[in-house]
Nanobody, 115 residues
Framework: QVQLVESGGGLVQPGGSLRLSCAAS????????MSWYRQAPGKQRELVAA???????HHADSVKGRFTISRDNAENTVYLQMNSLKPEDTAVYYC?????????WGQGTQVTVSS
């Protein structure tokens, strides 16, 4: 029933930065884990980062030190700050919400890193 709306994607040069946002259409409890995935053409969707109810975070080795996931519980929004972007980061990025009986996905937002 809840929907996720993503924004912030676009075209950037290598070394640039982007901040992705994912807003839930309804209030959600902070106990539910939220995460970001990405999928490049011809490749499997992979986990980029996740944030739990206690504020604990996980970042994939490929983005650790460059990307940071965070959430604003009052605004029911999760963010992904992406710095030092590389061409290899080019993909469609998806927001995910883990509910007790379902996984909710955003529509995806394109991130292209190219000179």
């Amino acid at each position: 029933q809840v929907q996720l709306v993503e924004s912030g994607g676009g075209l950037v040069q290598p070394g640039g930065s982007l901040r992705l946002s994912c807003a839930a259409s309804k209030p959600i409890s902070s106990i539910y884990t939220m995460s970001w995935y990405r999928q490049a053409p011809g490749k499997q969707r992979e986990l980029v980062a996740a944030i739990g109810s206690d504020g604990s975070t996980h970042h994939a080795d490929s983005v650790k030190g460059r990307f940071t996931i965070s959430r604003d519980n009052a605004e029911n929004t999760v963010y992904l700050q992406m710095n030092s972007l590389k061409p290899e980061d080019t993909a469609v990025y998806y927001c995910n919400l883990r509910l007790p009986l379902a996984l909710v996905w955003g529509q995806g937002t394109q991130v292209t890193v190219s000179s």
